[in-house]
């Protein structure tokens, strides 16, 4: 991977070509065109295989990361190994350095102590499997309520456990807990691989956190935020998110320019 490699998520390309009803190759030559360098996708979209893989070739983008959900919480612990099994097997087809594991979250109920065992476990294995291959093993403080990887301190405390996980950090979910991500750089640093570029609107009683607006655009001060990373040596990928953009075209092209913006200062 270059260094700040800029990537966009596969589903973005998706809903660029439904909504210009244009064929995906063609989708993916724009993509290159705006400034990206790869895509970040789910394991669920790279079962086309070689006839992906040829688009990707013909318009100068690859796979960089693939994430999926593994719930280890709930769900058998045969079924969780085959199931990053076959992330790890996807990463490893499309050439991708790292996967991010959505690891399950906590429900009414739950043994939260226990469950966090059970998460760590699964996510052990998954790094055991994935040496051999090359490939990181991710997780990223998530947004959704149940989530024991939300908060900075939730993070920290699973990463503290697994000296072989990293860290994809997103900088739009810290504000799901009211958390800024200026705050939460230097706490978690140190284990970043991969940051997802998320901004915030501002809404009337703070921060909205369920919609998603253009790199930039926001109030997260992200051009402060990449200058900080860069400037302490942050050499890893960038991804540009915001799943539910009215218009991932548009959306797409401002953030490429923003963040292409941001690095040329630099």
């Known amino acids: 991977m270059k260094t700040n490699e800029l990537s966009v998520f596969h589903h973005h390309v998706l809903d660029l070509a439904k909504t210009r009803g244009i064929p995906f190759g063609a989708a993916l030559a724009e993509t290159k065109a705006m400034g990206y360098d790869g895509l970040v996708t789910e394991a669920s979209l790279l079962a086309d295989g070689d006839p992906l893989k040829r688009l990707l070739d013909e318009s100068g983008l690859r796979v960089v990361s693939v994430f999926d959900w593994i719930d280890f919480v709930h769900d058998d612990p045969a079924a969780c190994v085959r199931r990053t099994e076959s992330l790890l097997s996807a990463a490893k087809a499309f050439g991708a350095e790292s996967v991010l594991v959505l690891p399950g979250l906590f429900r009414e109920g739950d043994d939260e102590a226990a469950c966090l065992d059970r998460i760590c476990a699964g996510l052990s294995e998954a790094c055991r499997l994935a040496a051999p291959l090359g490939i990181a093993v991710t997780i990223e403080n998530f947004g959704l309520p149940g989530a024991p990887n939300g908060t900075a301190a939730g993070c920290a405390a699973i990463l503290g456990r697994m000296p072989g996980l990293g860290f994809a950090f997103d900088t739009g979910n810290f504000a799901c807990y009211g958390e800024d991500p200026h705050d939460a750089w230097p706490r978690l640093r140190d284990r970043a691989v991969f940051v997802h570029l998320k901004d915030r ?66």
Do not use: K, N, W
């Open 201 to 266: 609107a501002s809404g009337p009683d703070g921060l909205d956190t369920t919609a998603e607006v253009t790199i930039g655009d926001g109030v997260l001060d992200l051009g402060r935020l990449v200058r900080r990373m860069r400037a302490d040596g942050y050499a890893g990928g960038f991804v540009a998110e915001h799943f539910g953009h009215p218009d991932q075209e548009a959306a797409m092209r401002r953030s490429a320019d923003f963040f292409r913006g941001i690095v040329s200062r630099c």
